[in-house]
């Protein structure tokens, strides 16, 4: 009796699926021609985007099962769109600077203020007058490019390697040049020093 019944189940379900089966097309347009309107649960199978489409009673349009999350264009672009050169620079990045000291909120602003501050000026001077180094009594002006309102200074006497000299008194008279005073017995200088501007 079973196998008398499932002839006929099966046969009701494929009554049911004809019923909603629409059939195969070539693209959207062949569907529309055949199928301008059609009944919920409707349903055709579209070659051009080898997906199911489906009759969508509250929108009354073909609406394919495989669309994702539609976007109108990226980056002005429509259609299938592929990475280009430019489309993801650090400019479009958002820079969280919390926690940081840089004020930055985009990546490539952060990055170009990091490269500001990482600059260094780097240089051996005498006590005779050079290009960039300007002496007056004990005071030795250095001109730099850093363009740094708050640099950091190390000086140091070459004929003492690695000892570092931090007692002098150092003034920023510009973003481009600091001042740096040289106790009056020190004047002028002998041999080669280091200044170290970061």
């Known amino acids: 009796m079973t196998a008398k019944f499932d002839a006929l189940l099966s046969k009701l379900r494929e009554s049911d699926e004809s ?3 629409k059939g195969r097309f070539v ?19 579209n070659y051009d985007t080898d997906t199911f489409w489906i009759w969508d009673a509250d929108t009354s349009a073909w609406v394919n099962t495989d669309r994702c999350g539609e976007v109108s264009s ?7 769109v592929t990475a280009q050169s430019g489309d993801y620079g ?15 909120v985009n990546t490539e602003l952060a990055i170009k203020e990091l490269d500001t501050r990482t600059k260094v000026f780097q240089s051996n ?9 300007v002496w007056a009594d004990n005071v030795l002006t250095v001109t730099h ?8 200074v190390s000086i140091k006497d070459n004929a003492t390697p690695g000892e570092l000299i931090d007692t002098y008194f150092i003034e920023v008279t510009d973003a481009n040049n600091i001042a740096v005073y040289f ?5 002028p200088i002998t041999g080669t020093w280091n200044i170290r501007i970061f």
Do not use: C, H, M
Not at 29 to 43: D, K, L, N
Not at 74 to 80: D, L, S, T
């Open 19 to 21: 019923l909603y089966d």
């Open 27 to 45: 693209n959207y347009a062949a569907i529309i021609a055949a199928y301008p309107t059609g009944e919920a649960g409707w349903y055709v199978i």
């Open 74 to 80: 990226v980056f002005g672009r429509i259609g299938v």
């Open 90 to 104: 650090s400019d479009k990045i958002t820079f969280n600077n919390t926690g940081s000291s840089l004020s930055s």
């Open 125 to 133: 001077f005498t006590a005779a007058a050079s290009t960039g180094f």
């Open 145 to 152: 490019s850093l363009n740094k309102t708050n640099p950091s």
């Open 183 to 187: 106790p009056v017995e020190a004047v």
